[in-house]
T-cell receptor, first 113, second 113 residues
Framework: GENVEQHPSTLSVQEGDSAVIKCTYSDSASNYFPWYKQELGKGPQLIID?????GEKKDQRIAVTLNKTAKHFSLHITETQPEDSAVYFC????????????FGSGTRLSIRP | DTAVSQTPKYLVTQMGNDKSIKCEQNLGHDTMYWYKQDSKKFLKIMFS???????INETVPNRFSPKSPDKAHLNLHINSLELGDSAVYFC????????????FGPGTRLTVL
């Protein structure tokens, strides 16, 4: 089955700097890759997603890149702000499942003032 | 208005007891899910229902029994609670079809003593 690995597990960056979180997946047929942000005491919330027919997608300060050959995808946050502090999860949807997504292990991002 | 709601938010109980967690969504979605998040923040899907029918059932002990009285509700009943059941349980919903955003509830923190 699909396996998603996420690195790093914790990340601390200076406010205003960029943050990058990387994920790899095992099922080459996976075709949907969402990213979720989980703030303290809340449920995860989708922040951006990318489909397998696209290599890059950007939404204001957030961008995601996908390398299907290497089975890598990454989240880039530029000009980080204190409200970006949260746990971020990457995920992948296996081709074999219409509804199931497999989550990575999460990255705790801290923004230093 | 709350999109996906769960009750209770906190649940503290003794080993061996039976407890239920309720979930309701007012988004008109066809698919609902239960996830378990352990102390290391790892998110794992347990069950998924589409229009009241079970479509995903991961390797979850049969002490866990989901029940969907209608497509807006998915409740989770747990029998004979064990220490290892302590976790945060999230309900989520999404529109039918692949590659759709999942909307998560606020979570229920279950502590088994």
């Amino acid at each position: 089955g699909e396996n998603v690995e996420q690195h790093p597990s914790t990340l601390s960056v200076q406010e205003g700097d960029s943050a990058v979180i990387k994920c790899t997946y095992s099922d080459s047929a996976s075709n949907y890759f969402p990213w979720y942000k989980q703030e303290l005491g809340k449920g995860p919330q989708l922040i951006i997603d990318i489909r397998s027919n696209v290599g890059e997608k950007k939404d204001q300060r957030i961008a995601v890149t996908l390398n299907k050959t290497a089975k890598h995808f990454s989240l880039h946050i530029t000009e980080t702000q204190p409200e970006d502090s949260a746990v971020y999860f990457c995920a992948a949807r296996p081709y074999s499942s219409a509804s199931k997504i497999i989550f990575g292990s999460g990255t705790r991002l801290s923004i230093r003032p | 208005d709350t999109a996906v709601s769960q009750t209770p938010k906190y649940l503290v109980t003794q080993m061996g007891n039976d407890k239920s967690i309720k979930c309701e969504q007012n988004l008109g979605h066809d698919t609902m899910y239960w996830y378990k998040q352990d102390s290391k923040k790892f998110l794992k899907i347990m069950f998924s229902y589409n229009n009241k029918e079970l479509i995903i059932n991961e390797t979850v002990p049969n002490r866990f029994s989901p029940k969907s009285p209608d497509k807006a509700h998915l409740n989770l009943h747990i029998n004979s609670l064990e220490l290892g059941d302590s976790a945060v349980y999230f309900c989520a919903s999404s529109p039918a079809g692949a590659n759709n955003e999942q909307f998560f509830g606020p979570g229920t923190r279950l502590t088994v003593l």
